[in-house]
């Protein structure tokens, strides 16, 4: 059997090249009673939940970062094994553009 991941319900993981965003983030988390995880990049942020041994709850993920974007991040974890994929919004695709008889009636 695989070694299957559990979702740690207080684990965020934040994701942003911005350290200030992060930080912030990250404080107002740790008062509300989650405890958080930094990645500056996407690379990073496989790294974390690749050695992390719970999956975090949910993932904040900026999507315009040097290294690797939030887009590739999201392709990645969504072609990674069921035991690593957890909650990380993997089925989010990049914004196509809009047609323009799109969204009326």
Same mark, same amino acid.
């Given at each position: 059997m695989a070694n299957v991941?559990?979702?740690?319900?207080?684990?965020? $993981? $934040?994701? &942003? &090249?911005? =350290?200030?965003? =992060?930080? /912030?983030? /990250?404080? $107002?988390? &740790?008062?509300?009673?989650?405890s958080t995880v930094q990645a500056e990049n996407g690379q990073k942020a496989l790294e974390i939940l690749k050695e992390t041994p719970h999956l975090p709850c949910l993932i904040v993920l900026d999507l315009a970062m040097p290294v690797m974007d939030g887009y590739r991040f999201l392709r990645l974890r969504a072609q990674g094994s069921d035991s690593e994929r957890g909650s990380s919004g993997h089925h989010l695709r990049e914004p196509s553009p809009r047609s323009s008889t799109e969204g009326e009636d």
């Open positions: 991941k559990t979702i740690d319900h207080k684990l965020v $993981l $934040l994701v &942003d &090249d911005d =350290r200030h965003v =992060r930080e /912030s983030m /990250s404080q $107002l988390l &740790d008062a509300k009673g989650y």
